[in-house]
């Protein structure tokens, strides 16, 4: 398809080469790869006229002086100025070289260009330069009380010369400038040509990759916008927001993102990607301990027994707050049941909980780095485990991100920590302390012994309706042994070592008895 070119000419001999010159120019052009439009117009005109033909998609805008300026700050387009050169100023001085009362009137960008030209080959010729055309009418009054009465101008100030009672010259553009103008026309846009199709090839690249970027220069404007990213107005809006607030993430309707930046000397890369929701029921992490069901019953007779309602209320509440939830206490004393029942009580209870047991040094990192990593999305449940078991930059590294990250924010985050929530607590744990809902668990030892009676008949009932034994109750001697023993491992090791017990009686007596003591 040709690319199209739009001349601009502001006054009509300029059209005629125009015309002239760019059809000599096709002849050498293989495929007549270029397709003009010839337009006279001058920034004194309508602009009716020419905002017309500006919504004509165009490759590149050929003009001259001021109308190249204005067409400028129409379109964002290319414009090329043709300008003056050299010969062209020589050419109407020497025109003008039998008149004694001449002077020159342009534009500053115009007259010092003159002036420098004037002074290289001496020429005796007054110049004067203007900033607007404000400054015009005093300057000509101020030549015509100095008896001067030619002008040799530009298109932009001849009009008001002639108003003036002025004689003009219009310096006017030969068709070596003219020629020029369009030739380097054609390279730059062979030029834009080769970019577009390299800028096409790496569109089409990342978005058949799933790659949404943006390319910023070193003043932070955008030089490329990959197409995917650029058909979705919004996204791209919320992107170049995040760019400008140099945020590493932000949210887009109710999908978050995540944006890295790549920066070299010339320019900066930003990718954009999702925090990907990831499938259900997704393997969870090396080293989990998820509570087998017999236990589970065990660990909610309990709390039930040892816990006031007022406990479950704070779980409900907590479990829907945006903050992360700490829960505190020694091991076996209920951690990971709680941190369940948290999840149970959680807005998503559907989806499967996700267990990082943080004892193991790469369980946080290669969760991190998995290119689907649940971390990355929204409505999820992370229970990371043994918080305080990890070393110190495994715990900088994971409080870091859960801040930076606002991870509470966009799902359920629960930490678990194996002793007191002020005992030897490294400095990367502060701010996670600071930030969350702390649960703090009793030790099995501060239970009472009518709990413990109480609890032990309720779990001796359930043993017998598991395992279809009658066994009645716990003996004096062993009831006074339980209530003496500190339990180092709190409930879950009472509770294992109750069921080794009874499961060891009922094969002893295993059809001889059918009512025993332990």
């Known amino acids: 398809m040709p690319q199209k070119i739009l001349c601009v000419a502001p006054y009509t001999g300029l059209n005629i080469l125009f015309q002239q010159v760019s059809q000599q120019l096709l002849a050498h052009q293989p495929d007549q790869a270029y397709d003009f439009t010839y337009l006279r117009f001058d920034r004194q005109d309508d602009l009716d006229t020419i905002q017309e033909h500006l919504l004509t998609h165009y490759d590149l805008i050929i003009s001259r002086g001021g109308t190249a300026t204005l067409l400028r700050t129409l379109t964002a387009t290319p414009v090329i100025d043709i300008g003056v050169s ?33 002074d290289r080959f001496h020429l005796d ?20 009380t100095q008896g001067i009465d030619t002008i040799i101008c530009d298109i932009t100030t001849e009009a008001a010369a002639k108003a003036a009672g002025f004689s003009t010259m219009l310096i006017t553009a030969s068709t070596e400038s003219v020629a020029a103008a369009l030739t380097n026309g054609f390279h730059l846009l062979q030029q834009i040509k080769t970019q577009t199709t390299l800028t096409d090839a790496l569109g089409h690249t990342l978005d058949k990759l799933n790659v949404m970027t943006i390319i910023c220069d070193d003043q932070q404007r955008v030089l490329f ?13 919320a992107a170049n927001k995040a760019i400008t607030h140099q945020r590493s993430q932000f949210t887009c309707g109710t999908v978050r993102y995540k944006l890295v930046a790549d920066t070299d000397d010339t320019c900066t890369i930003y990718t954009i990607s999702k925090w990907f929701k990831p499938q259900k029921n997704t393997a969870t992490t090396a080293g989990t301990m998820v509570l087998d069901e017999s236990l589970n019953a065990a660990f909610d007779e309990y709390f039930k027994l040892t816990e006031s309602p007022e406990f479950f209320n704070l779980l409900h509440a907590y479990a829907r707050s945006a903050h992360p939830l700490l829960i505190v206490g020694e091991v076996g004393s209920g951690k990971t049941y709680v941190a ?64 930076q990250t606002r991870l509470a924010s966009r799902n359920q985050v629960i930490f678990t920590l194996s002793q007191s929530a002020d005992d030897g607590l490294v400095p990367a744990l502060k701010p996670l302390l600071n930030l969350s809902r702390i649960i703090t668990l009793e030790p099995f030892r501060n239970v009472t012994g009518d709990t413990i009676v109480q609890l032990l008949t309720t779990l001796t009932n359930a043993y017998n309706r598991d395992a279809g034994s009658e066994i009645m109750g716990v003996s004096d001697i062993a009831l006074d042994f339980i209530l003496n023993e500190p339990w180092p491992n709190n409930f879950a090791q009472f509770y294992h070592t109750l069921n080794i017990a009874m499961r060891q009686l009922v094969v002893l007596i295993s059809g001889s008895m059918n009512y025993v003591t332990v």
């Not at 050299?86 to 002077?103: E, F, G, I, P």
């Not at 607007?132 to 101020?142: C, M, N, V």
């Not at 916008?225 to 809006?237: E, K």
């Open 225 to 237: 916008t990959s197409p995917t990213l650029a058909a979705d107005a919004l996204l791209q809006q």
């Open 340 to 403: 369940n029942l948290l999840h149970q009580y959680g807005l998503h209870p559907q989806y499967e909980p996700f267990y990082v047991d943080l004892s193991h040094d790469t369980a946080f990192s290669a969760l991190l780095d998995q290119n689907d990593s649940p971390l990355y999305g929204t409505d999820q449940c992370f229970v990371f485990e043994q918080i305080n078991q990890s070393s110190p930059q495994i715990q900088h590294d994971v409080v870091d991100f859960v801040v």
């Open 86 to 118: 050299q010969y062209d100023l020589l050419s109407t001085v020497q025109s003008a070289q039998r008149l004694s009362h001449v002077a020159l009137v342009a534009f500053t960008a115009f007259s010092d260009h003159a002036q420098a030209v004037f």
């Open 125 to 144: 010729l007054k110049v004067y330069g203007i900033d607007s055309d404000a400054e015009l009418p005093a300057l000509l009054r101020t030549l015509n």
